[in-house]
């Protein structure tokens, strides 16, 4: 049993408690990746205008606690690996005169211990109490308090928004683009079933869907609103259980009324733009929506699809086939199998006479950067969405690419095409 982190946190704790050195307060920097947030940054304020930049000077030790774990956290505590260190400024962008220093943390989809959430049955995501000890080892400075926090593309959105409909309490975070469009699309995105709740800051991070504020998938739209749904408990929520498409939920109707309210809002939405999509739970919602106002939707892109195709009916189909849909779905997908949701609502869409609906069907979900979770690291198989939050889906059921006046596209590049 490695005890290292132990004694180097008790021998820090000891060094502050007699006061050899100076406490001082740092930034932690939370960001979105394939598989959730991530510490991967913790910025320094400088109490020293020599502070070093020599990322081996540095021990970084973490805990992680929560007053509502069904179960012990785990980890609980340990030491991170700082990769670099450089001169920024407060919130840790690069800065030759910065006031500060930045260490960057090593993260990866097996390195649960720089999460920031936990999944727990009963609540789903949560934040964790989530502390640093951060300590120069040559100078014994000590970094203890957080007193502050950045996160990349969280920070634009408005986190604040909320809606009553029907007796149905939701809320939203939303993205107002910078552009120059007077009439401006409207992107929607609806969270899986581990990201329900009232803290909006979980759908946008628990699976990177933050992503679509990203200037990439902004580009393709010319800018857009981003507009990112909170259930307080499940979309497939049916009041008296769950449903896969075979009852009435009890949100779809809330949630319309809550676009028409923010259209009403923001009177410059292109309402012949907007487009709705989700995963898993809120898969099954982009399709239920779908269904329910096949004209109000230019377009919509699912993945891991809930909704079972045993409850969509041939006349239903054909009530959408005109509507423009990009499926994504994994083979190995053990939640939401195949089988029995995506392939049999693809087929029976085809069926019906749609023209413009895709099925991007892979293998495995991957480490789609080939780096941080190793050569060959397969996620769970539910994680398609990772590819649409990324931007790679490209390929149609026959594994042929997917073409736009002959010209292959991207799933953002194609929805950005679709208008009613």
């Not at 739970?281 to 891991?304: H, R």
């Not at 699809?305 to 041939?314: C, E, H, P, V």
């Not at 939640?335 to 069926?351: C, G, S």
């Amino acid at each position: 049993m490695n005890n290292r982190p132990l004694l180097l946190l008790s021998l820090f704790m000891i060094l502050a408690s007699s006061g050899v050195y100076a406490q001082n307060s740092y930034t932690l920097v939370v960001e979105g990746f394939d598989w959730g947030p991530a510490v991967n940054k913790v910025v320094l304020s400088n109490s020293n205008s020599d502070l070093s930049t020599d990322p081996s000077d540095y021990q970084v030790f973490a805990t992680r606690s929560s007053d509502l774990s069904e179960t012990p956290i785990n980890p609980a505590k340990g030491e991170r690996t700082v990769l670099s260190a450089y001169k920024s400024d407060a919130k840790g962008n690069r800065a030759v005169d910065g006031s500060h220093v930045t260490l960057n943390l090593s993260v990866a989809p097996n390195l649960p211990l720089g999460s920031p959430f936990q999944y727990m049955r009963s609540y789903g995501n949560v934040w964790v109490d989530y502390k640093l000890s951060v300590t120069n080892t040559a100078t014994l400075e000590v970094w203890n308090k957080e007193a502050d926090r950045v996160m990349p593309l969280i920070d634009e959105f408005d986190l604040n928004g909320k809606f009553t409909a029907n007796q149905v309490d939701l809320t939203y975070a939303s993205f107002t683009p910078e552009t120059d469009q007077e009439d401006v699309p409207l992107i929607i995105w609806l969270h899986g079933g581990g990201e329900g709740g009232t803290d909006t800051t979980i759908p946008l991070l628990g699976n990177r869907a933050a992503n679509y504020a990203s200037d990439e998938i902004q580009d393709y739209f010319g800018g857009a609103y981003v507009m990112v749904p909170q259930t307080p408990t499940r979309w497939m929520d049916s009041g008296e259980g769950s449903t896969s498409g075979e009852k009435d939920d009890i949100y779809f109707e809330a949630l319309k009324a809550m676009f028409d309210d923010f259209i009403a809002k923001h009177p410059n939405v292109d309402q012949d733009r907007i487009y709705v999509g989700g995963c898993s739970n809120g898969g099954y919602m982009g399709l239920k929506l779908i269904l329910e106002y096949p004209d109000y939707f230019a377009g919509g892109y699912i993945s891991a699809l809930a909704y079972r195709g045993a409850y969509l009916s041939d006349e239903q189909a054909k009530s959408i086939k005109d509507v423009p849909i990009w499926f994504v779905h994994s083979k190995d997908d053990s939640t939401t199998v195949a089988d029995q949701t995506v392939l049999p609502v693809y087929d029976k869409l085809i069926k019906a006479g749609a023209k413009d609906v895709h099925l991007t069907f892979y293998d495995h979900v991957v480490d789609i950067t080939g780096l941080l979770g190793g050569e060959d690291y397969h996620y769970p198989g539910h994680w398609s969405w990772i590819y649409s939050h990324a931007n790679l889906s490209q390929t149609d059921f026959d594994g042929k690419p997917v073409k736009v006046n002959g010209v292959s596209v991207t799933i953002m590049q194609w929805l950005a095409g679709q208008s009613n």
